[in-house]
């Protein structure tokens, strides 16, 4: 009865030692996605439409994401302050934008936007927008214009 208990743990250690071997590989894993995912570049612009002005500030990743905030100041309504994410496709970067209208309001909205590169700068664009289990997206194949868009982007010195 005793060597087979010594029999057993002989041939449990093979199996422990693989499992702590997939997880160091687990490990691993992450810290090449972190090491993928650290910024690149930082690049920061300013639109100004009339009185209303928008300040945007994005962060290129390593693995093509981009990420950063978004900051319109309508001179009527208030301010819309958030975060955005997503990437280029081409010449046009696509995100999601999240964010709060005005200081009191606590209400977190979330709507696409698609930026056009051009000569330097960003250009907001105009699209249809359907919502469909909470989540907001472009219209497939409808247009976005860019011709319409109120805002387009000139580079800026970055504040932070």
Avoid: W
Wanted: net charge positive; glycine share 10%.
């Amino acid at each position: 009865m005793k060597n087979t208990s010594l029999y057993l743990a002989i041939a449990a250690l093979p199996l422990l030692f693989s499992c702590n071997q997939s997880s160091n590989k687990g490990s691993e894993l992450k810290d090449s996605l972190a090491m993928a995912d650290t910024m690149t570049h930082k690049q920061c612009y300013v639109a100004i439409d009339g009185k209303d002005t928008a300040d945007l500030s994005i962060k290129t990743m390593n693995s093509g994401k981009v990420k950063g905030k978004l900051v319109i100041n309508y001179a009527e309504k208030g301010k819309n302050d958030g975060e955005i994410a997503g990437a280029y496709s081409g010449d046009t970067l696509f995100v999601d934008y999240t964010f709060k209208i005005g200081n009191e309001n606590k209400t977190i909205y979330k709507n696409p936007l698609a930026f056009l590169s051009k000569d330097g700068k960003l250009i907001l664009g105009v699209g249809q927008i359907e919502t469909t289990l909470g989540r907001s997206y472009f219209v497939k194949g409808k247009p976005i214009s860019f011709d319409k868009g109120r805002f387009t982007f000139a580079p800026a010195d970055c504040k932070e």
